[in-house]
């Protein structure tokens, strides 16, 4: 069927960031690094992770690291993503952090506050201890959208992570 007539303009009020496959309100790479979720949207499952910005080596010490792209170090959901369809996941931001104690603090709070080794929910099944010192808190923003992204029955992909 052919659309007669006037085709209506469509503006995309979204901003654009560089932030690859990752949701987030702002353009990303503003710290050390940051915690992330991936959603399995079939399977209904999450994994949390964290990922530096740059690299700490000996041969990559201070080059931008693969970020944009990274998906996770999950082996379980590597396997996963060589037989399902990218439809099927969401790459979500919870938070940056600005000093590498605080990123490492933030991973092993929040796999502690949603309980993610005993929780069948996660894929996660172990915890890094936290050997840095801790020099920022845990976010507002962060809880915020770490509630928003674990409450299938409330969230919402449109508004979840609109620019405050």
Known sequence: MRFEGSVPEVVDH???FDNGHWKFDKQM???????YIVRDTYLERFYLGKKSFFGAGKL???KESNWRKYRTSSKALAEHFKIRPSEQFEFICIEEYQTKGTLSYAETWTLCKVEAPTNE???NRLIEKVSWSVKEPISDKHKERLRRAIN???FDNETAFKIY
Do not use: E, M, Q
């Not at 790479?29 to 915690?35: D, H, L, P």
């Open 152 to 154: 299938w029955d409330t």
């Open 14 to 16: 979204t901003p654009a």
């Open 60 to 62: 990559n010490k201070g």
């Open 29 to 35: 790479c503003n710290g050390v690094g940051f915690i």
């Open 121 to 123: 929910l996660w894929y």
